[in-house]
């Protein structure tokens, strides 16, 4: 990674007419969750680390954003601020952050402006003055309904703090509010689920909540939870049990009026779609803002050293924080976007595809994986058996 960040010309190339999102992340977290393996830290594991300087850090690589992609900037159209937890930080230092995107890039008059925040780490008060600032889509991480559930993903929230908290973020006025779960816990029921779903539908029936993103647990090397099942004391997630639960998500999202644009993702319609996500997966150019962080323009991507203190020391010396790059040959373009499109439901243009890949296509048709119609209209569209074996399907679709 060049000290200056500077990009190549063919990365700069056409940017104007590329999307153009933000991301900021936050690395702070109260806790650390047992399952988590984000670039995040608690005050204990950052001692003398001052929040406060946060956004200064932010806004110094921003400077530098700007500088690297030229005087004539393309409005940012999404911004993102995940972590972590966004909103450990007051609600005047994330919008000061905003405020200096706006002042930088120039935010687009629709602009989509999304917090991440864990349920217990928002008030009404805080909420109130987040929409003030411009934020217009909260992604409340809930997880689960079921209090053993929450102990075993090391959740600190109560089973009703975060459809509560969902209710005062519509009320603060948010356009679009989602509920993040988690299926396939060790020790989750059947029921379990029933009751989370429960709850968040209770939720969207009242109009608080149109977007839904549900995960299937994937135990990380190197986490507590990975230890806690090394050592026997928690079972191994079963694929089975977590496709059960996938499908009776899909039943009950669908009949309460949400529907699937990305195999984990269901919104109530396409203007509660997560845009900034859509921007990840078809593509587009982001700038990813903070340590860890990872960014993309124009086929070049890169990503910023992990650790803040580190982070802090390079924008100091007045040095590019990242920490490598890699520029994508067009077969790793290619795999990316067969293995992103793939997983939306708008699908895969057969047009990129080689001859072998469409024969594959028409095998995972007949196999009931992909959509007839859809195929016979030129794209590779998952059908609900498909979404619980994507992976493979897109495996088939990239022949060696």
Request: hydrophobic residues 45%; proline residues 6%; glycine residues 8%.
């Amino acid at each position: 990674m060049p000290d200056d960040g500077a990009l190549p010309d063919s990365a700069l190339a056409g940017r104007r007419e590329r999307p153009f999102g933000i991301y900021v992340h936050v690395p702070f977290c109260a806790s650390r969750c047992g399952y988590c393996d984000f670039n995040t830290y608690t005050a204990d594991q950052l001692p003398g680390a001052s929040r406060d300087d946060y956004p200064d850090l932010v806004l110094a690589e921003l400077a530098q954003a700007r500088r690297v992609l030229g005087a004539d900037p393309t409005p940012v159209r999404t911004v993102f601020f995940g972590g972590g937890t966004p909103t450990l930080l007051p609600p005047d230092a994330l919008a000061r952050i905003l405020a200096g995107i706006d002042a930088t890039f120039g935010l687009a008059p629709d602009a989509e402006v999304t917090t991440e925040a864990n349920p217990e780490s928002v008030t009404p008060a805080s909420l109130a003055a987040l929409r003030r600032a411009g934020f217009t889509r909260i992604s409340l991480g809930m997880q689960s309904a079921a209090e053993h559930v929450l102990a075993v993903l090391d959740r600190r929230h109560t089973p009703g703090r975060a459809v509560a908290a969902a209710r005062e973020a519509a009320a603060a006025g948010f356009d679009h509010v989602n509920m993040d779960l988690i299926y396939g816990t060790p020790g989750e029921t059947a029921q379990d689920w029933a009751d989370s779903l429960d709850a968040v539908l209770a939720a969207v029936a009242d109009g608080v909540v149109d977007h839904v993103s549900a995960y299937s647990l994937i135990v990380e090397d190197g986490t507590r939870l990975a230890a806690r099942i090394a050592r026997g004391e928690l079972p191994t997630p079963s694929d089975d049990v977590a496709a059960d639960r996938y499908l009776a998500a899909e039943k009950r999202l669908t009949a309460a009026g949400l529907t699937w644009y990305e195999v984990s993702n269901w919104a109530a319609d396409d203007a509660a779609r997560c845009r900034h996500n859509l921007l990840y997966w078809t593509g587009g150019d982001w700038w990813g803002l903070g340590p860890g962080a990872h960014s993309h323009v124009g086929g070049v991507r890169w990503w910023n050293v992990k650790h803040p203190s580190r982070y802090a020391q390079r924008l100091a010396a007045g040095l590019s924080p990242g920490a490598g790059r890699e520029i994508l040959t067009a077969a790793e373009r290619h795999t990316e976007d067969v293995l992103l499109a793939t997983r939306l439901r708008t699908g895969l243009d057969l047009s990129v595809l080689p001859e072998p890949a469409v024969a594959a296509a028409h095998r995972a048709a007949a196999d009931g994986l992909l959509a007839t119609a859809d195929l016979a209209a030129g794209r590779a569209v998952l059908t609900l058996d498909g979404r619980l074996l994507a992976d493979a399907v897109v495996r088939d679709l990239l022949p060696d």
